[in-house]
């Protein structure tokens, strides 16, 4: 038995092989998955240690698990037994024997939706015990329909969409019958990232490409959530097996982290223009890799504007507030970027938002420019 003091509880009494696998599950947390808590909760039904953010959804398909507290509930020995004979690297051997490489692991930053699709396909639907069932994101194509926010009226309209790794794009059509497309989305320059908040849905899904090198945006969403989740995992294999052939040297573990990307960093932000004698302007403003893109509503389809951030070593740098020369700003908490040809101006409205912000730019320009960046950086000094 092992007695354990813990913080803002009663003394606790573990059995002690639940008790070693406990400690040992703790010391690994955050290891690979970024955990924030401890595994407080435990399914007894699966031998494995899940946090209280999991434990949720763990109690939402009971045929498959059940969950228990390790410090709060009482144990069977036999319970006790079955988690000391199995365990979470046992688990894992097991439910993600076949994942393919491309399949997005979320951790406990993703929302809410990532994380109970990836529960439900591990250890629910066994999609990588069994690799038939990778099927729908997995085959190289894949067709269907998705609601689609308008560009203009905001309004969420059921558009076709078809992924097509052989062509190398992503489509959508306006109408059912249609022969051509709306758009055409390569692969190559395709990104995906969930964002509930923004879209205002659970299942929001923005997808952005490339169109004259400038930005473009589509919201999208689906009722089911395992098909949105689907549809993200298909872009992030044909992704993965458009960079297979343009690498052909690279290890997996060096393509993946390029198949979809979070942006570093969304918000509020004043800024002025190139001349510094306008008055500021409240914008939204998305950090995605090197691009700082500002939209005057963060669902815009085209960004305002996009300013390219460099690295250090080329000239660029962040500094805390502003010329004291400057005027027309509401917001007090100031930052310059420095480029090799201008200097642009923002102000945030708090000191924490100004902190973020800074902390974000140091990350970018701190960074190593990659050979292809240097492409990027051109086509911005010669933007009309």
């Known amino acids: 038995m092992l007695l354990m003091n813990l913080p803002g509880r009663e003394l606790v009494l573990l059995p002690a092989a639940l008790s070693h696998m406990w400690v040992k599950t703790v010391a690994a947390t955050g290891d690979r998955r970024g955990s924030r808590t401890d595994p407080d909760w435990a399914s007894h039904s699966l031998g494995i240690f899940i946090c209280l953010s999991c434990s949720g959804i763990h109690r939402n398909i009971p045929q498959v698990s059940r969950v228990k507290s390790v410090r709060l509930d009482d144990w069977d020995d036999a319970q006790v037994e079955f988690m000391a004979s199995n365990g979470n690297n046992v688990a894992k051997a097991k439910y993600e024997s076949k994942m393919p490489p491309f399949y997005y692991k979320p951790t406990y930053l993703d929302c809410q939706l990532l994380r109970e699709q990836w529960i439900r396909a591990k250890?629910?639907?066994?999609?990588?015990?069994?690799?038939?069932?990778?099927?729908?994101?997995?085959?190289?194509?894949?067709?269907?329909?998705?609601?689609?926010?308008?560009?203009?009226?905001?309004?969420?309209?059921?558009?076709?969409?078809?992924?097509?790794?052989?062509?190398?794009?992503?489509?959508?059509?306006?109408?059912?019958?249609?022969?051509?497309?709306?758009?055409?989305?390569?692969?190559?320059?395709?990104?995906?990232?969930?964002?509930?908040?923004?879209?205002?849905?659970?299942?929001?899904?923005?997808?952005?490409?490339?169109?004259?090198?400038?930005?473009?945006?589509?919201?999208?969403?689906?009722?089911?959530?395992?098909?949105?989740?689907?549809?993200?995992?298909?872009?992030?294999?044909?992704?993965?097996?458009?960079?297979?052939?343009?690498?052909?040297?690279?290890?997996?573990?060096?393509?993946?982290?390029?198949?979809?990307?979070?942006?570093?960093?969304?918000?509020?932000?004043?800024k002025t223009g190139p001349k510094q004698t306008e008055g500021f302007k409240k914008r939204w403003f998305t950090m995605d890799d090197r691009r700082l893109m500002y939209f005057k509503d963060p669902l815009d389809a085209f960004a305002r504007g996009e300013v390219f951030i460099g690295s250090k070593e080329n000239s660029y740098k962040v500094l805390e507030g502003l010329p004291p020369s400057t005027q027309g700003n509401h917001w007090q908490h100031g930052i310059t970027i420095v480029t090799p040809d201008r200097k642009f101006l923002f102000a945030c409205e708090t000191e924490d938002d100004q902190l973020e912000w800074i902390n974000t730019f140091q990350k970018v320009i701190s960074r190593p420019m990659l050979p292809q960046e240097y492409a990027v950086e051109a086509h911005f000094k010669h933007k009309p």
């Open 123 to 270: 250890y629910e639907r066994k999609e990588f015990i069994h690799s038939e069932k990778q099927e729908p994101y997995s085959a190289g194509y894949r067709e269907g329909f998705l609601w689609k926010r308008g560009r203009d009226n905001g309004q969420f309209l059921s558009r076709k969409f078809v992924l097509s790794e052989r062509e190398g794009a992503l489509k959508y059509f306006n109408k059912n019958d249609a022969k051509e497309p709306k758009a055409i989305m390569k692969i190559e320059h395709l990104n995906a990232t969930f964002q509930p908040a923004k879209i205002g849905n659970p299942h929001g899904l923005q997808i952005t490409y490339l169109k004259d090198n400038s930005t473009r945006n589509i919201f999208v969403y689906h009722e089911d959530g395992k098909e949105i989740v689907d549809w993200f995992n298909a872009i992030r294999a044909a992704r993965f097996h458009y960079l297979q052939v343009a690498f052909p040297g690279a290890s997996d573990s060096d393509l993946v982290p390029k198949l979809s990307r979070n942006y570093l960093k969304e918000g509020y932000m004043e």
